[in-house]
């Protein structure tokens, strides 16, 4: 499958082990927050100066006929007509716009950046027993919706963090690479089906999952790194082992906060492929020892969640992980403005040479 945000409920007393984590400043990536100042400049003023002098001295210079005409100046000054002033102001007009659009202007403005947020990959796993229906309608339906008020309760907050969704169950692949485009994250959440479907082999490679999701962490700016495990099983399939994947990542600087899904009462069911017909087990649990070391191990924190509503309990708290804005730089913006000009030059010279040539056309 191809690489492809939160309202929640009245939080509810959590089961926490591990310590708890407050991030603070964080340099990641850029939000404008402030327009401070504005102006135009020319970037080719030199070259509309220099076409200016040139053609006012090929004017200066151009020689008078050989055989005077008549003028009307031979009888003394002339009362100019108001048309004449209007004609000559609109050449004016379009011959000097057309020379400031050949200065390329630009409308320049300074704005002020700062950084903040964070880089959060989730880590979901979506093995058969994630369609035990003790969650409604089932586990993983159940985390994508608090995954997805999660996302919408941090764009409502304070945005600017990036996000991730690696899946996994007997296999792992990301699924969301890092992104702040939001509603694409929604998107791709969406779009996921549990392994039962026959998108991947059915299993829980916890630590596989865990290493792909660092992966999609790895050469980050960011300060603060995040990875948010939920899974409801036990590692039983992969390559890396779940305690050496926690390794890498307290290595990496990466806090990883794990969430163990479902209850005794969690059932699934299946098809025989021999019989065809549909059976009903209980799943096993997941391994809450191992869970609660990967958080320990990396600084994090591990979470029990029996319901949705502790599961959004979980989520928010997570959400209030801190991040304090830091002033930067100062970055310039250039908008190109010469088709303004341009367009200015030809409403007026083509006003011109309609006012002149018909309306105010004279036949002796």
């Known amino acids: 499958m191809a690489n492809r945000h939160s309202r929640g409920c009245v939080p509810e007393p959590l089961v926490l082990y591990g310590e708890a984590v407050t991030f603070h400043s964080c340099l990641s990536h850029a939000t404008i927050f402030l327009v401070t100042r504005m102006s135009l400049t020319f970037a080719y003023l030199w070259l509309a100066f220099l076409i200016a002098v040139a053609w006012g001295l090929l004017v200066w210079w151009r020689k008078p006929a050989v055989l005077p005409y008549p003028s009307l100046r031979l009888f003394g000054p002339t009362r100019k007509d108001w048309r004449q002033r209007v004609a000559k102001g609109l050449q004016v007009l379009g011959v000097g716009a057309l020379l400031l659009a050949l200065a390329r202007p630009q409308l320049v403005h300074w704005e002020t950046v700062r950084t903040q947020g964070i880089d959060i990959v989730f880590a979901l796993d979506i093995s058969g027993s994630m369609t035990a229906t003790d969650f409604s ?171 949705r509503t502790t599961l959004s309990a979980i989520m928010r708290y997570i959400l209030q992980l801190e991040t304090a804005p830091l002033v930067v730089r100062r970055e310039q913006k250039r908008t190109e403005v010469a088709s303004l000009f341009i367009a200015i030059a030809l409403a007026a010279l083509l006003l011109h040479g309609l006012l002149v040539h018909t309306l105010w056309r004279r036949v002796p």
């Open 137 to 307: 309608p089932n586990r993983m339906e159940a985390a994508k919706r608090v995954i997805r008020d999660f996302v919408e309760r941090l764009r409502e907050k304070r945005g600017g963090d990036r996000l991730g969704l690696v899946v996994f169950a007997a296999e792992s692949y990301t699924q969301c690479p890092l992104t702040d485009d939001y509603d694409f994250f929604l998107e791709t959440l969406e779009q996921v089906r549990n392994a039962r479907e026959g998108v991947v082999q059915d299993g829980t490679a916890i630590g596989d999952g865990l290493t792909v999701a660092l992966r999609r962490l790895q050469g980050s700016p960011a300060k603060s790194k995040v990875i948010i495990l939920l899974s409801d099983g036990m590692n039983n399939a992969g390559q890396v082992q779940p305690r050496d994947a926690a390794r890498i990542a307290a290595a990496m600087g990466v806090r990883i906060y794990t969430i163990g899904i479902g209850t005794a009462t969690g059932v699934v069911s299946w098809q025989d492929p021999l019989t065809g017909r549909v059976q009903m087990g209980r799943v096993a649990g997941f391994d809450e020892p191992l869970l609660r070391e990967i958080a320990q191990r990396t600084d994090g924190a591990y979470f029990y969640a029996a319901d």
